[in-house]
């Protein structure tokens, strides 16, 4: 089937925290559907059938009071979806990379990128994805988690100091781009950290911190691509230095022994299987100076921004942004 007879709903927007960097996904990809000839609608799921035009969704202001979780489920459901032969998922964060709205499109019977809905609620879940990466020899941090019923700081405390000690990562359990993350580096720390990272999650994930460099892997079609090292300018890698231009170098390949850089693509693989993930993702590593890995999480949506790192791992492959939009509707499709 040619490209300009497939009709692709792309889902951007969404309800959680990773609103914007979803729009800005959302356009990068929009750009390249078109670009590839397809059948492009636009769909923001979170206004339900009360849908904005394209630009607005795009560029609108502010303004959370029309969006709701459950707009969700009438979009899906509605004639929208009724001619739509495939969704292009580039939603970030909770509802969007948790499984749920690919439950909703499995029921409705339409395919979509990415992985099916146990992979990617389990990697959305960092402490189960976590446990996953263990039995199947995939080398992560140690951590243990907190629930809200969790409010003995002193006795957390107490924890950290017995099973890693600092500096240590409290973040939330299911949420990206560093949304809700602190690295502490002392007892006074903690309760703060704790209380940030409750905002945005019922469980929260207290994790041995690594020192080193940090390195990524994606994974398209089950071939790992170059190692991208990632090397911000100041501080850590927040969402700051994520998402501002100039903020982060990024070199790929990542200037590491050949023997090294196979290491983490095999990791890669490793950990994206584990999780029964398909088609892509972008694997996220700690490695040590002396060259020891960490695998922190498997990203199964991973950002197709500008500062995106899944295209930049892909041009060094040799890989268009458009032909890996090519790619992942075609493996999705299969």
Not at 54 to 59: A, D, G, Q, R, V
Not at 98 to 117: C, F, N, W
Not at 184 to 203: H, L, P, T, Y
Not at 293 to 312: A, I, R, W
Request: hydrophobic letters at 40%.
């Amino acid at each position: 089937m040619s490209n300009n007879n497939i009709n692709v709903a792309l889902l951007v927007g969404g309800t959680s925290p990773e609103r914007e960097v979803s729009k800005n996904t959302g356009k990068s990809i929009l750009k390249a559907l078109l670009d590839l000839d397809y059948k492009v609608k636009v769909i923001d799921p979170a206004f339900g059938l009360n849908q904005p035009k394209e630009i607005e969704i795009f560029f609108e202001e502010k303004d959370y009071t029309e969006r709701t979780n459950r707009n969700f489920v009438e979009a899906i459901n509605s004639t929208m979806f009724d001619d739509v032969d495939f969704a292009f998922i580039a939603l970030h964060g909770k509802w969007g990379e948790d499984g749920a709205i690919q439950s909703l499109l499995e029921l409705r019977g339409i395919k979509y990128t990415g992985s099916k809905v146990l992979a990617s609620s389990l990697a959305m879940d960092k402490s189960m994805a976590k446990v996953m990466f263990q039995h199947f020899d995939v080398d992560t941090p140690r951590w243990f988690v907190i629930n809200k019923y969790d409010t003995d700081f002193e006795l957390i405390k107490t924890k950290i100091k017995k099973f890693f000690g600092y500096p240590c990562v409290i973040k939330p359990n299911d949420e990206g781009s560093t949304i809700g993350l602190t690295i502490c580096r002392g007892d006074v720390e903690v309760s703060q950290a704790i209380i940030k990272a409750q905002q945005f999650s019922k469980k929260v994930l207290v994790e041995e911190y690594i020192p080193g460099h940090e390195l990524t892997v994606a994974v398209v079609d089950q071939r790992a691509l170059p190692v991208l090292e990632i090397k911000p300018k100041s501080g850590f890698y927040d969402y700051e230095n994520k998402y501002t231009q100039g903020r982060t170098d990024y070199i790929v390949p990542a200037e590491i022994p050949q023997k090294v850089a196979e290491h983490l693509q095999h990791q890669a693989l490793l950990a994206f299987n584990s999780l029964g993930c398909e088609s892509y993702a972008r694997i996220d590593f700690r490695v040590t100076n002396d060259f020891k890995s960490y695998c922190l999480e498997v990203n199964t949506l991973p950002g197709m921004t500008s500062t995106s790192l899944v295209p930049k791992m892909a041009k060094a492959a040799g890989i268009s942004f458009e032909d890996l939009i090519d790619r992942i509707i075609k493996n999705s499709l299969s």
